[in-house]
DNA sequence: ACCTGAACACCGTTCAAGT
DNA sequence: ACCTGAACACCGTTCAAGT
């Protein structure tokens, strides 16, 4: 908003340096060929520039990847009609979609703890649903981040390899089959229940889960006193 | 495991390579340096060999990260006296202190889903607790993955940066301070709720935080069905 | 079968020097 | 104030050659 005027030296046609345009390459660096080719190095490229001209916008590699989830999250809506829990659900099913499409972000997610003007909108948004809902504002100030917590570290769990983020022969892909594997052939020794029931803990598809799991939190934000010490009843 | 050996003292007379040795050297390279440290080459130069030898054990960095969770997992227990659901918030934080005393491991261990024996005794044990309680099966069967997941998530969220994990001028660290500077400085006309609740939403030492968040997970896997589609009673 | 040195193909970040 | 090339100090993984 401050320059007007482009000055454009070398080169025809390229702009200035400014944090917009770093975050705007790193976006189509990120839809070209997934996460792991976000690097300053890789995105000062995209911008014929060399990479340490980064470090004048962006603090380091973890911030430049905050500000793309964010950038990310502007179009994370609910629908708009419906009842406030189904609401609340659309909306976060939205941001899980954006994190499972790039599931490297949302493994990065959780530790970079994005704070952009979005990131705080879709934080908002959560919290008037859950008000609307009726549920005490502690209990869902509370419950915001459990929300947010769980559809963030489900697709961080779950989403596959993605574009171009190693789908090496072994990568993280396999996760979720070798977990399988693991609680299929568990010992009926050491770990019997594991054994017993490993088919209640393997069923189910991922989005009955999902929606389970959410509604379960609902209900147990709505239900848990903050003050109480006493036990929930259960 | 003996450690506490500043020297490689292991393979002393230089006995084959293996599995175990790999990951008692690599829990040492933990302990002393954290998991920034604990690559195939610092692990390596510990046995005195060449980073290529542990290809012939260890499939790669991940699998070597995994073993060394599933490892410290061997120590976490709960308390033995008490109501199920004290005994099982005591496992829960047993865990969460493993994962908090090495927080790259617990930003690792969503991807990683380590399923060693160990955690697979934890998963048993979690499991026990929540049928003790009288939780329905099915329920606790998916709950589990619920409540480990959380604890691990937030480890990975609010753990400081820790011994040698790059503790910069604005590394992990800080991510919980500028979360909140952020919320505080929330516009109240583009995030009202966010403004209007800042108080909230930041407030409770994080001890009181996590106890509300597991009992009101518990609340929410006792009471959701799992099958009925019907909305649960708020 | 296991072990190894060396190489390949990358990283993030810093810094002195330019403009 | 911004930009740059070059350098520093690392990575994971592969591979041909050894034993």
Request: net charge negative; charged share 25%.
């Amino acid at each position: 908003m401050t320059d007007s005027t482009p000055r454009r030296r070398v080169r025809a046609g390229r702009p200035a340096l400014s944090r917009e345009h770093i975050v705007e390459a790193a976006l189509s660096v990120l839809r070209a060929e997934g996460l792991s080719k976000v690097t300053m190095r890789r995105v000062a490229q995209e911008l014929d520039t060399g990479q340490a001209s980064l470090y004048a916008h962006v603090a380091n590699t973890a911030a430049l990847h905050a500000a793309i989830l964010d950038e990310l999250t502007a179009g994370v809506e609910s629908e708009r009609s419906g009842t406030w829990d189904n609401r609340l659900e659309s909306l976060l099913f939205a941001y899980s979609r954006v994190l499972f499409t790039y599931p490297g972000l949302a493994r990065s997610a959780l530790v970079l703890r994005p704070m952009g003007q979005h990131t705080l909108r879709l934080i908002d948004r959560v919290l008037e649903l859950l008000l609307e809902g009726g549920i005490a504002p502690d209990r869902a100030a509370w419950g915001v981040d459990l929300l947010l917590q769980h559809v963030t570290a489900t697709a961080a769990e779950h989403a596959p390899p993605a574009p171009g983020e190693r789908a090496d022969r072994e990568g993280a892909g396999t996760a979720d089959a070798s977990l399988a594997a693991a609680i299929r052939e568990a010992d009926p020794e050491r770990t019997p229940r594991v054994a017993a029931m490993a088919c209640e803990l393997l069923s189910g598809p991922h989005e009955v889960r999902e929606s389970w799991a959410i509604r379960a939190l609902l209900h147990g934000i709505a239900g848990t006193p903050v003050r109480g010490a006493e036990a929930a009843p259960f």
